[in-house]
């Protein structure tokens, strides 16, 4: 079973950095492209970050310039470096990868279980 578990949330005050992890693990043959989600209470969930197989970023207008997707690829982990963080940046922070399994061969997109971000003013 292939899962991904994000880590590195936390409260942290206005103009303060976190680092968030997802790594990936199970039978995993090969991942494509990997995202960062965020999702603050009453909002819709919004794409910040995308990092392509061959490092190709994108980012959300809100944060670029601020944050900063990276990838290590034999360790199968994903990051996401948030810096000048604002109260706005506040929410449950989703990795989400494109997969291929091992067992089955076919690429499909899994999720993490999220991660609360709260940014104090």
């Known amino acids: 079973q292939v899962q991904l578990v994000e880590s590195g949330g936390g409260l942290v005050e206005a103009g303060g950095s976190l680092r968030l992890t997802c790594a990936a693990s199970g039978s995993i043959r090969s991942i494509n492209d990997m995202y960062w989600y965020r999702q603050a209470p009453g909002k819709q969930r919004e794409l910040v970050a995308t990092?392509?197989?061959?490092?190709?970023?994108n980012y959300a207008d809100s944060v670029k310039g601020r944050f900063t997707i990276s990838r290590d690829n034999a360790k199968n982990t994903q990051y996401l470096q948030m810096d000048s963080l604002k109260p706005e940046d506040t929410g449950v922070y989703y990795c989400?990868?494109?997969?291929?399994?091992?067992?089955?061969?076919?690429?499909?997109?899994?999720w993490g279980q999220g991660t609360q971000v709260t940014v104090s003013s």
């Open positions: 989400s990868a494109v997969i291929r399994p091992s067992l089955s061969g076919f690429f499909g997109t899994y």
């Open positions: 990092i392509t197989s061959g490092g190709t970023t």
